[in-house]
Structures are given as C-alpha cells and as structure tokens.
C-alpha cells in the first residue's frame, strides 16, 4: 500500500508560486544572516526566544483557537489586543488568517483542501502562502467577526503591527535586538506554525478517527505552544485544549487557564469526556488514512499512467520515422533500379 509522500492530487493551474511577490518573503529569511557582522549576545537569543514565544501564543491562542474555532469568549478589547498581537507575528490579518483555516477544516486533505500535504509537502509547508490565489480575504467564511470594523480594520492593515514591533525592538535593542529578536525570531516563528499545515499531517500518531490524515506529534507540541495535537484538534475542533490527556503538554491551553484566573478570558471549552474514548483508530476502521492512501494511490496511478503514454508516444514516433525512412530509402532503390540500363 503506498504510505510514502508522493502527490496525490494535481494542483490546479492557478495554484503556482509568484516569485516577485514572495521576494520580501526571501529578504526576511536572508535578514538573521546579518548577526555575522552585527554578531550575537546572550540578551539577543533571549529576546528572540521570548518574541518567538509570545507571538506563537497569538497565533495559537488568538488566530487559532479564538478566531477560527471560538473555543472560548473575550470582551471586545481583550479580542482587539490578541487580533493585534496576531499581527505581530507577520502571518497577515485576523480574519485571513482564520477564514482560510476554516476552510481547511471544511475540506482537509480534499483537492480543495489549500494546503493539504496530499498537494506536495513543500506546498502544504510553504508553497500556498507565496501563491496569489489565497492572498485575499474570504469575508463570507468569517462574517462573525467581520462585522468588528476595529478587526478589520487590522486586517486591512495588518502591516502595522509588524512595523510597530520592529521598530520598537531596533530602539530599544538596537541593530543586533532588531536582527536576532525580530527577525529571526520571525523566519522561526514562521516554520514553526506552518509545521502543522505540513507535518502535522504526516507524522506522527493518530489516536481518533477523522476524515483527514491529521497526526498527533510531541515534537511539533512543544515547538508550537500546543498545536502539535492535531490529531485531537481535528476530531474536537471548538475545544481550547488540544492536549486532552495530563501528559499532552499544551502550553497555548495553559496560558488560557491562567487568563481565565484573572478574568480575561471565559468560557474555555474542553473535549466532552465522552468522546475522549470514543472513536480510536485503534478501536476500529481509520477511515481518514484509508482515504488518504486512495488518494496517494490515485496519484500514483496517474502520474505513472502519464509516463506510460509518455513513452508510448516516444517509441510511436520512434517507429513512424523509422517507417518512413525505410519506405524513402525503398523509393530511391526503385528509382535507381528504373534508371540503371539493362
Ligand atoms: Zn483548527
Ligand atoms: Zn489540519
């Protein structure tokens, strides 16, 4: 059965990268190349450690579990300063953000899945993002929160956050803060949330049937603040933990808990306790990862159906010229045979 990483649906044609766009994509990538020469103190890494920190939990915590799955409720400033700090984090608007995370839910691991690893595992890592076909906002997948002129306003203008950060840290840390801090701290911040639209859906276990091939993985966990349950994510989607069980390190969850201490945040939801011994892979027929070696099957088929026309083509064409140069070769004899005299 094919298990390997092969494509198993086609891109559509307007699914391609824009290479001029994603120039400035590139240039942030290249900037932390600059610590050579501005070179690297134990202030800087921490900073970067704690802009990577704090930026992943608006990601997760705010773009994530609040914008896209209302997994809990905030009064509308605590939901301005999370759709801010969001921004920080150079990943576009609130509300672009979670409305094409919708669909992903809606159609995951599907030809309309945006970025399925069933389209290619750079593209579900990287590739769509640098793509001008996803780079507006689908307002009709997010009218709940479309409706807050202050968000999308931010959405509008979700340059602001990022350029307000990097100024700060250049003032208060100067070239290296700036280098280290914000932008490394950016290129990480941006590999570690894409992590779970790509491997987050090829490694690792899954404990629940889903109809996708969502994967539980500890590694990707502690990279992102929690996200590494996508397994579980998938199979109870409004829930705000996604580490269900004590041993699942979710520290995006624990941080929520801790605001609802002090009264910032309400209503966390949890998986009901029902459904955490319900529906195990291991229990029964996965149906998502049935579907998804369909899929990789179909893939194979067809691309190896491709190259078998290929190559009935070539040796087709390979025969019709020898053919033709046999009958050109047969006429010139005829015709020297008719001249030569008896
Ligand atoms: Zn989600
Ligand atoms: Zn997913």
């Not at 996803?134 to 509008?156: C, G, H, M, Q, V």
């Not at 979710?250 to 529906?279: E, M």
């Not at 070696?293 to 025969?319: C, F, N």
Request: proline share 4%.
């Amino acid at each position: 059965m094919p298990t390997g990483l092969h494509v198993a649906y086609e891109r559509d044609p307007t699914e391609h990268v824009n290479l001029v766009s994603s120039i400035p994509f590139a240039l942030v990538h290249l900037a932390p190349l600059a610590m050579i020469w501005t070179g690297v103190t134990w202030r800087d890494v921490i900073l970067c450690a704690v802009l990577y920190q704090v930026r992943m939990f608006f990601i997760t915590a705010g773009y994530h579990r609040y914008f896209s799955h209302h997994s809990y409720t905030l009064n509308r400033f605590w939901q301005l300063v999370l759709a801010f700090g969001g921004t920080t984090a150079v990943q576009k608007g609130p509300l672009w953000w979670a409305a094409l995370h919708r669909d992903h839910h809606r159609y995951a691991d599907t030809p309309y899945d945006i970025h399925s690893p069933l389209k290619g595992l750079w593209w579900s890592h990287v590739g769509w993002i640098l793509c001008d076909k996803y780079s507006a906002t689908r307002f009709d997948r997010i009218p709940d929160f479309a409706r807050f002129p202050e968000l999308r306003w931010l959405n509008k203008y979700n340059w602001v956050g990022p350029w307000t950060l990097a100024v700060a840290t250049f003032l208060a840390f100067g070239l290296r803060g700036l280098v280290v801090g914000f932008f490394l701290s950016t290129v990480l911040l941006w590999h570690g949330t894409f992590l779970v639209n790509s491997a987050a859906h090829v490694f690792g276990r899954r404990r629940y049937v889903t109809h996708d091939s969502s994967r539980n993985s500890l590694l990707i966990a502690l990279v992102t603040s929690g996200e590494g349950w996508h397994n579980n994510h998938h199979y109870v989607q409004s829930s705000a933990r996604q580490g269900f069980f004590w041993w699942e390190i979710d520290l995006t969850y624990y941080t929520l808990v801790a605001l609802r201490c002090v009264g910032v945040v309400h209503d966390l939801r949890r998986p009901p306790k029902r459904l955490l011994r319900a529906n195990l892979v291991c229990d029964g027929f996965d149906v998502g990862m049935f579907d998804t070696y369909i899929a990789r099957a179909g893939g194979i088929l067809s691309s190896a159906s491709d190259q078998l026309s290929d190559t009935y083509d070539h040796a087709r064409k390979g025969v019709a010229t020898s053919i033709a140069s046999a009958v050109s070769t047969a006429e010139d004899l005829a015709r020297e045979a008719k001249t030569r005299p008896a």
